[in-house]
C-alpha cells in the first residue's frame, strides 16, 4: 500500500473506524479486545459516554483562546491534580515529550535561579525512553533515536540502574536533576526497586538535586494507584503526565512543588496549544472518572488477577513465555519467541498487546476492564501461545525431515 506518510512507523494492515468500551472494530468489521489501549492512553476505553459528553459540550462552546487569556478549565483541572499529589503547580502541554521538555528546563531554571546556572546537567538511566524531541532522545539516550539526527543535546549523564553508589558517583559539580520512569514503559515494564527510588530522593535532598519522575505512562491510575510515586512512598519535585490523562485526546502536563518552579516565570516558557479549554474539558472528564471512589482500587485488583493469570499461563507454556511483570494494568509479559511475532499471533487472535524493549508485549488495556474482558484477554493469549508452540513444533519437523 503506497502511502503519502513519512513511514517512520511499522504499521500493521488494520485500521480502527470504531471503539467502544475495551473493543475496536477495524474497516473489515472484524472486532479486536484492545490490551494495548493506543499505548496506555485510552485510560477509558473508547466512546466512554462522559468523555464524548465532555468534548461535545465543550467542542459546541469554546475549543481554543491562547493562553494570553484566563482559562478556568485549565485553573480547575490544574487545582485538582495539586489536590491529588504532591504537587502546587501545573504546566499543561500537548504531548509527553513536551511535558519532560518543560520539566528538564523547570529543572535546570530552578538551579540556575539558586546560584548554580552551572548544574544543568541531568542523570538519566540505562533503557529509559522519555521522548522524541532532540532533548527528550538524549535524555533517553538510546543510540537508535539519536543516530544521524546531529550533535546530541548537551547535559544528559546515562548510568545503569544499578546500585545507589552508582548513582553517587555519577554525580559530578553540573548535576542539578535526576530524572527516571518509576516503572520504564518502553524499556520492557520494568519496575524500578522501590529501595532504589527511596535512595534517589535521599541523594537529591542531601545533594540539593532536582528529582524528576517521568509518569507519562505510569500515571493516571494505571499502576493501580493515582501515580507510581505512591506506590514507593516517595515523592518526586517535578513529576511529568500524558497519555492516559486525556483518554484519546492530545495533552500532557509537567508537575512541580512551588520551590522547583521557582524560575518559572511569566515569560519564560509557553506552549500556543498547551491546556486549552478543549484539552482541559476532557481532562477534567477523565479526572472525574479517575478520582471516583475505589476506582484505582479496582485497577489493583484487576492488575493482581491478570498477574495470576498469566502466571499460570506462564506455566502452561513454558516454551513461550519467560516472565511476567509490572504493576496494575501495567504488565509485561517476557517472551522467549520474538515479540513481534507473538504480538502478531494474538492480533490473529483479535487481541492487541504493544510490543517493547527487553523481548517484551506490553499489556496496558483501558482501566475500566472487566473481569469478563480480562479472562477473554488471557484466552486469548493462551490461543496465541498455541499457535506459537504450533509453529516451533512445524519448523523442528520440517528440520528433522
Ligand atoms: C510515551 C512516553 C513519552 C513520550 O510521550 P509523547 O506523547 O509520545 O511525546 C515519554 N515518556 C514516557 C515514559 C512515555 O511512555
Given at each position: 500500500?503506497?502511502?503519502a506518510i ?5 504499521r500493521?494492515?488494520?485500521?480502527f473506524?470504531r ?5 475496536l472494530?477495524?474497516?473489515?468489521g ?5 490490551f ?13 459516554p ?5 468534548l461535545?459540550?465543550?467542542g ?8 494570553l487569556?484566563?482559562i ?11 489536590e491529588?499529589?504532591?504537587a ?5 502541554s ?6 519532560n521538555?518543560a520539566?528538564i ?5 530552578r538551579?540556575s ?9 541531568i542523570?538519566t ?6 521522548g522524541?524531541t ?11 533515536y ?8 548537551d ?18 559539580p ?13 524499556g520492557g ?6 529501595a532504589?527510588?527511596?535512595g534517589?530522593?535521599?541523594i537529591c535532598d ?7 519522575f ?16 505512591e506506590?514507593v512512598g516517595v515523592?518526586?519535585?517535578i513529576?511529568?503526565?500524558?497519555k ?9 502536563a509537567?508537575l512541580?512543588?512551588?520551590?522547583a518552579?521557582?524560575?518559572m516565570?511569566?515569560?519564560v ?5 498547551g491546556g486549552n ?5 476532557i ?19 484487576l492488575?493482581l488477577l491478570?498477574r495470576?493469570?498469566?502466571a499460570?499461563?506462564?506455566?502452561r ?8 511483570r509490572?504493576e496494575?494494568l501495567?504488565v509485561?509479559?517476557k517472551?522467549?519467541?520474538?515479540n ?9 487472535e483479535?487481541?492487541?498487546t504493544?510490543?517493547?524493549g ?21 484466552l ?9 508452540e ?5 519448523m ?5 525431515e
Amino acid at each position: 500500500m503506497s502511502s503519502a506518510i513519512v513511514p517512520v512507523y511499522a504499521r500493521a494492515d488494520i485500521a480502527f473506524e470504531r471503539g467502544d468500551g475495551c473493543w475496536l472494530t477495524a474497516t473489515d468489521g472484524e472486532r479486536y479486545l484492545d490490551f494495548g489501549g493506543g499505548i496506555a492512553v485510552a485510560s477509558l476505553g473508547y466512546s466512554h459516554p462522559h468523555l464524548v459528553a465532555a468534548l461535545s459540550e465543550q467542542g459546541a462552546k469554546l475549543w481554543h483562546s491562547s493562553n494570553l487569556f484566563q482559562i478556568p478549565g485549565g485553573e480547575r483541572l490544574a487545582a485538582r491534580l495539586a489536590e491529588a499529589t504532591f504537587a502546587d503547580l501545573v504546566f499543561f502541554s500537548n504531548s509527553g515529550a513536551e511535558a519532560n521538555e518543560a520539566a528538564i528546563k523547570m529543572a535546570r531554571k530552578r538551579q540556575s535561579v539558586g546560584g548554580h546556572p552551572e548544574r544543568y546537567r541531568i542523570l538519566t538511566f540505562e533503557g529509559a525512553f522519555h521522548g522524541r524531541t532532540l532533548a527528550t532522545i538524549a535524555a533517553g539516550g538510546q543510540a537508535k533515536y539519536i543516530e544521524g539526527f546531529g550533535p546530541k543535546v548537551d547535559g544528559f549523564d546515562q548510568i545503569p540502574i544499578t546500585d545507589l553508589a552508582a548513582v553517587e558517583a555519577a554525580i559530578g559539580p553540573g548535576t542539578g536533576a535526576i530524572m527516571i520512569e518509576p516503572i520504564q514503559g518502553e524499556g520492557g515494564v520494568r519496575v524500578v526497586a522501590p529501595a532504589f527510588l527511596r535512595g534517589l530522593r535521599r541523594i537529591c535532598d542531601e545533594r540539593g538535586l532536582v528529582l524528576i519522575f517521568d509518569e507519562i505512562q505510569t500515571g493516571v491510575g494505571r499502576t493501580g494507584r493515582l501515580f507510581a510515586y505512591e506506590l514507593v512512598g516517595v515523592t518526586p519535585d517535578i513529576m511529568t503526565i500524558a497519555k492516559g490523562i486525556g483518554g484519546g485526546f492530545p495533552m500532557g502536563a509537567c508537575l512541580a512543588t512551588a520551590d522547583a518552579a521557582k524560575g518559572m516565570t511569566a515569560g519564560v516558557h509557553g506552549t500556543t496549544f498547551g491546556g486549552n479549554p478543549l484539552a482541559m474539558a476532557i481532562g477534567n472528564a477523565v479526572l472525574d472518572v479517575v478520582l471516583e471512589p475505589g476506582f484505582v482500587e479496582r485497577v489493583a485488583h484487576l492488575g493482581l488477577l491478570l498477574r495470576q493469570r498469566l502466571a499460570e499461563l506462564r506455566d502452561r507454556h513454558p516454551q513461550i513465555v519467560e516472565e511476567i511483570r509490572g504493576e496494575g494494568l501495567m504488565v509485561g509479559v517476557k517472551l522467549k519467541v520474538p515479540n513481534t511475532e507473538f504480538a502478531a499471533a494474538a492480533r490473529a487472535e483479535r487481541l492487541l498487546t504493544i510490543p517493547a524493549g527487553d523481548n517484551i508485549v506490553r499489556l496496558l488495556p483501558p482501566l475500566i476492564l472487566t473481569e469478563e474482558e480480562l479472562s477473554e484477554g488471557v484466552l486469548r493469549l493462551d490461543a496465541a501461545c498455541r499457535r506459537m508452540e504450533s509453529e516451533i513444533a512445524a519448523m523442528r519437523k520440517g528440520v528433522a525431515e
